[in-house]
């Protein structure tokens, strides 16, 4: 069975909501972390999102994957860009990334269906 990006970041984002109601304070941090670390400045934040889903893709984590791709179409990532990236963690990654950038690009795919670029 193939796996869905769309389940996978809909049930780690309800386990995350469990985590936010029992170490609240370390959730919090992480939130600020994220955002901080995201925000535009002498990079985009397209840019960092870029970035992001390459470590997340040499990190071989579906969960990375799916939502920083989420964010990038929000962000409004050209497909070229999203190749663009997916070559570079390829080259530095070898095999298994490759392997996981076609999950990522699966994960385009399936959040793009229907959407026009």
């Known amino acids: 069975m193939s796996k869905s990006f769309t389940t996978i970041t809909s049930d780690v984002a309800k386990t995350l909501g469990t985590l936010r109601k029992e170490i609240p304070e370390t959730m919090q941090g992480f939130n600020a972390l994220s955002k901080a670390a995201l925000a535009s400045g002498a990079l985009s934040a397209l840019d960092k999102e870029l970035i992001a889903l390459a470590i997340g893709v040499a990190s071989r984590c579906d969960a990375c994957i799916g ?21 570079v963690c390829t080259y530095m990654g070898g095999g298994p990334s490759l ?18 670029t």
């Open 67 to 87: 939502f920083h791709v989420k964010a990038l179409i929000r962000l409004g990532v050209s497909r070229e860009q999203l190749m663009e990236t997916l070559g």
């Open 99 to 116: 392997m996981y950038a076609a999950e990522a690009v699966r994960a385009y795919e399936e959040f793009t269906v229907g959407k026009t």
